[in-house]
């Protein structure tokens, strides 16, 4: 089992920065890859940015550039540094873990990131 929290969420106004940070927990082995997804109110949960333990990263069209995303392997932590925030942005942001080994999921409780125009 892997266990995941989320911090770092709040209001911000357009062209802010937030930075959300998720710890993971419990049994991480072999190659995996941490993740951020968002969910705004009516929309389907959309992929942010990956990096995998190697440090390999992916990243949604609509945030290159102005969002990156980061993980201390030592701590078992993922970081997502967000700039030029923009009202579309607003979302609950979630954090994923993957095992690729067993292909198992772990999310975390989602933490809401609300941007102002």
């Known amino acids: 089992q892997v266990q995941l929290v989320e911090s770092g969420g709040g209001l911000v106004q357009a062209g802010g920065s937030l930075r959300l940070s998720c710890a993971a927990s419990?049994?991480?082995?072999?190659?995996?890859?941490m993740g951020w997804y968002r969910q705004a109110p009516g929309k389907q949960r959309e992929l942010v940015a990956t990096i995998t333990n190697g440090g390999s990263t992916n990243y949604a069209d609509s945030v290159k550039g102005r969002f990156t995303i980061s993980r201390d392997k030592a701590k078992n932590t993922a970081q997502l540094q967000m700039n030029s925030l923009k009202p579309e942005d607003t979302a609950v942001y979630y954090c994923k873990s993957r095992i690729f080994l067993t292909m198992r999921d772990y999310w975390g409780q989602g933490t809401q990131v609300t941007v102002s125009s």
């Open positions: 419990g049994s991480i082995f072999g190659p995996n890859e």
